[in-house]
T-cell receptor, first 116, second 112 residues
Framework: QQQVKQSPQSLIVQKGGISIINCAYENTAFDYFPWYQQFPGKGPALLIAIRPDVSEKKEGRFTISFNKSAKQFSLHIMDSQPGDSATYFCAASYMYSGGGADGLTFGKGTHLIIQP | NAGVTQTPKFQVLKTGQSMTLQCAQDMNHNSMYWYRQDPGMGLRLIYYSASEGTTDKGEVPNGYNVSRLNKREFSLRLESAAPSQTSVYFC???????????FGQGTRLTVV
């Protein structure tokens, strides 16, 4: 059972355009929703994250939109640049009451290509 | 500040051989994790350690064992490698009150 579903699998966007990647989750206990960016040959790196008490979070050109009732969240990349070409993963987790977590549940990833 | 360091970076094993993947973090994090990444599958959790002295199974633990040697180090062992274990393995760590996971550079393992 896949707990976090990500789409699309691949995406091509023109430079300057908006890239949108969507994720849906099933476990209502999740309370932390990060997006990771991965370049070839590297480990994933945190891009931006959101908790369910807000509906949107923006950091520079990157925005997470969160819809708790629909159990969906999405990543928007504004003014997409060739340097944004990478694989993006959404993920979800929850924090124990005493701190810590039992790991992230990842979506399957989106391969994003920004064409010059 | 090295962050999360994994060794080796590349390894080729024959079916049935054993090996240990090493991971060390220098950020004083309490929790450490092992994931495997396969094409089109995202990252899947193998084992994790919420604190020194504890380990727990993740989504895909079969064929693996782990050891939390101390707060800094968390190793992953393949006792009898199988071709299905060909993958890229990532170690990660988090601080208790902040769920941001820091990942190593990965170990690309091929089992022939």
């Amino acid at each position: 059972q896949q707990q976090v579903k990500q789409s699309p699998q691949s995406l091509i966007v023109q430079k300057g355009g908006i890239s949108i990647i969507n994720c849906a989750y099933e476990n209502t206990a999740f309370d932390y929703f990060p997006w990771y960016q991965q370049f070839p040959g590297k480990g994933p790196a945190l891009l931006i994250a959101i908790r369910p008490d807000v509906s949107e979070k923006k950091e520079g050109r990157f925005t997470i939109s969160f819809n708790k009732s629909a159990k969906q969240f999405s990543l928007h990349i504004m003014d997409s640049q060739p340097g944004d070409s990478a694989t993006y993963f959404c993920a979800a987790s929850y924090m124990y009451s005493g701190g810590g977590a039992d790991g992230l549940t990842f979506g399957k990833g989106t391969h994003l290509i920004i064409q010059p | 500040n090295a962050g999360v360091t994994q060794t080796p970076k590349f390894q080729v094993l024959k079916t049935g051989q054993s090996m240990t993947l090493q991971c060390a973090q220098d950020m004083n994090h309490n929790s450490m994790y092992w994931y495997r990444q396969d094409p089109g599958m995202g990252l899947r959790l193998i084992y994790y350690s919420a604190s020194e002295g504890t380990t727990d199974k993740g989504e895909v633990p079969n064929g693996y064992n782990v050891s939390r040697l101390n707060k800094r180090e968390f190793s992953l062992r393949l006792e009898s490698a199988a071709p299905s274990q060909t993958s890229v393995y990532f170690c990660a760590s988090t601080f208790d009150r902040d769920l941001e996971a820091f990942f190593g550079q990965g170990t690309r393992l091929t089992v022939v």
